[in-house]
């Protein structure tokens, strides 16, 4: 289920946009029951994720909101860092 296409920082796509974001996506998993994709950080920012929880995700053609994001290390999220998306359809 991989998507090659990075996140799109133009008028639609991009964080805090209506419209879904496309990120590169790694594969699809799930953890403890919890549906999930491991994705590309599309840019730097708060360990919290602000910029992604909330938002929409494009994979596949399916629409996901993306709930929570998880990592193994803390700290702020680095730019094209791997990460656990969290999402529902």
Do not use: T
């Not at 909330?54 to 990460?83: D, M, T």
């Amino acid at each position: 289920m991989g998507s090659s296409s990075s996140a799109k920082m133009e008028n639609h796509g991009r964080i805090g946009s209506l419209e879904p974001l496309d990120l590169d996506i790694f594969y699809p998993y799930g953890f403890q029951g919890r549906e999930m994709f491991a994705a590309r950080a599309p840019h730097a920012m708060s360990e919290k994720a602000d910029g992604l929880v909330g938002c929409k995700l494009r994979v596949n053609g399916k629409i996901y909101s993306i709930i929570a994001v998880h990592r193994q290390v803390s700290g702020p999220i680095a730019a094209q860092e791997p990460v656990g998306l969290e999402v529902i359809e």
